[in-house]
């Protein structure tokens, strides 16, 4: 297929697009096919250098922009995703490999948020606190924060941005994106977009300065361009998503510069089914959180913890319906499971499953074969695999998030024990019990519940909407980003005192002088 004949030919039509040859440039690929769909150009430190100064000129009269203005804007950003919704998730299926609805989800949660920000926009509210001193006021309100940094990952190459970028966008801050190599035409289109409407919109004339320059990409190499990014006190955010391993190294990176970080990084998500739990309702949860998006979500549900009473019935049933998923082709009608992202990612399954092998598991269907079976195919295709967990022993290797369909089922006589056992990885990003006792279901609530920054009753681990803040606990990096308040990182906070007295008491009744 020509990549001028793709659907979204138009979105990546952009001059650091260059030919597949050129020097200094990444090259995306179909993870389904092995077909080059272009070519990215490497940008340097000096070009990173010159966004931030644009990106910094610009922010500071769209700051001063009110703030429904700007959401003005961003409902445009949002619309404009909307017109381009298939398109964009034509692109994120080719370049990601997700297939096509769950590339269209991503696209809409993209439109979810810029509608979110839109009303946001009119809510950047602060509280007002009544003062001990006569004749003061005290409050507080929200500024902008400047110009912030996003970092994000291949598996969800234009949504994670859009969840940073609409709501910092109508806090008043311009950005700097610096998205996975592995995905960087999904960038190019979703930059294009937002610079479209900035091109077209007449809202915000700044008289210094270019629009579009709120919205910066940078494609650069972690060496070079992100290690700048994570060391630039000019960025006083950087939001990055991706590995614990990275997540680690950019906290403390900022954290030397005493910068804020807002950090979502790797889970390793378990689903608990009580002797109680609808299993039908069970197979099509964990189905989903499973297999879905060939197991590549951070949210995705690795772990199942089964009641002694039902595991046989859920690890059968579920290995029946593994069995007739069907694999292929992410743009095809019907396919569930699409390719992993690169051949490394089908290394580390297959190194995986064989020491879970190693250490005493039983692969109840997938596996190595599985794997094998796509040897000569130019997709890096595999087959999502159960894994049985002897009663009583745990396992090294699904304590590691493999980002890849392993799914481990562990069996269990005791609530407490399993929800232990659940908190019991160093992540803690989702979480799910499947249960028709209420007692069940809120003790996996309560404060000696589950410890995930996600709790969901009968419903899977990953699949979350954006009205909730989104993000997890320990090694998952604490931020929280998305809906509910999770604006407030994008801003900083002023406590107001106001005096309209004709006297200067001091507070905690310090007489002085
Ligand atoms: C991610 O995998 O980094 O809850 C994000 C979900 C999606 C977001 C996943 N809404 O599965």
């Known amino acids: 297929m020509n990549v001028q004949t793709l659907p979204f030919a138009h979105l990546i039509d952009h001059p650091l697009v260059v030919d597949p ?18 070519a990215v150009k490497i940008q340097s430190t000096a070009d990173y250098e010159d966004l931030v100064k644009r990106a910094q000129l610009v922010q500071k009269e769209w700051r001063m922009l009110p703030a429904p203005k700007r959401g003005e804007i961003v409902r445009r950003i949002g619309n404009a995703f909307r017109e381009e919704e298939q398109a964009l998730g034509a692109l994120v299926t080719m370049e990601m490999g997700k297939i096509y609805p769950e590339g269209v989800g991503e696209v809409v949660e993209c439109i979810d948020i810029a509608d979110f920000a839109v009303g946001l926009s009119r809510q950047l509210y602060g509280l007002t606190m009544t003062s001990e001193r006569p004749q003061h006021r005290m409050y507080e309100q929200w500024h902008p924060l400047g110009t912030i940094g996003i970092i994000t990952a291949f598996n ?15 806090c008043g801050n311009s950005m700097i994106w610096k998205p996975s190599l ?13 610079h479209r409407v900035m091109k077209e919109q007449d809202i915000f004339k700044p008289t210094q300065g270019d629009p579009c ?9 972690d060496d070079q361009v992100g290690e700048t990014m994570i060391a630039d006190r000019r960025l006083p955010l950087i939001s990055a998503t991706g590995s614990c391993r990275m997540g680690r190294h950019v906290g403390t990176q900022v954290a030397k510069r005493l910068g804020r970080s807002l950090l979502e990084l790797g889970g390793n998500n378990a689903i608990i089914i009580t002797e109680s739990a609808d ?18 979500r951070c949210t995705s549900t690795r772990r199942l913890f089964c009641h002694s009473s039902v595991v046989d ?18 743009m095809a009608d ?12 089908v290394a580390n399954m297959r190194a995986a499953i064989t020491s879970a092998g190693e250490q005493g598991c039983d692969i109840l269907c997938g596996g190595v074969e599985g794997i094998d079976r796509y040897a000569d195919d130019a997709g890096h295709y595999v087959t999502p695999t159960i894994v049985r967990v002897p009663a009583g022993s745990d396992p090294a290797i699904a304590r590691d998030e493999t980002f890849a369909p392993v799914l481990y089922i562990y069996e269990y006589s005791d609530l407490d024990e399993a929800i232990e056992a659940q908190n019991s990885v160093d992540q803690g990003l989702s979480s799910a019990i499947f249960t028709d006792s209420m007692r069940q279901a809120e003790r996996f609530l309560s404060h000696n519940g589950s410890d995930c920054g996600i709790a969901n009753v009968n419903i899977g681990t990953s699949g979350a ?4 803040a989104f993000g997890g606990e320990k090694d998952t990096g604490g931020g929280r980003e998305s809906g509910s308040d999770s604006w407030r990182q994008y801003m900083r906070r002023q406590t107001c005192t106001l005096n309209w007295g004709d006297d200067v008491p001091l507070a905690q009744g310090i007489e002085f002088g």
């Open 21 to 38: 040859s050129s020097d200094n440039c990444v090259v995306s690929t179909n993870p389904a096919t092995g077909q080059t769909l272009g």
């Open 156 to 170: 969800f190459p234009v949504a994670v941005w859009a969840w940073n970028a609409m709501l910092a966008a109508v």
């Open 182 to 194: 592995v995905t960087p035409l999904c960038a190019v289109a979703m930059t294009n977009v937002a």
């Open 213 to 221: 320059d709120l919205f910066g990409l940078i494609i650069g190499t």
């Open 279 to 296: 299993l039908d309702l069970v197979l099509r949860g964990v189905l989903f959180g499973a297999v879905g998006t060939a197991g590549q």
């Open 313 to 330: 019935e859920v690890a059968s049933r579920l290995v029946k319906a593994y069995e007739q998923v069907p694999i292929g082709d992410p």
């Open 334 to 345: 019907g396919t569930l499971v699409g390719p992993l992202i690169n051949e490394q990612s």
């Open 465 to 468: 909407e954006i009205g909730g």
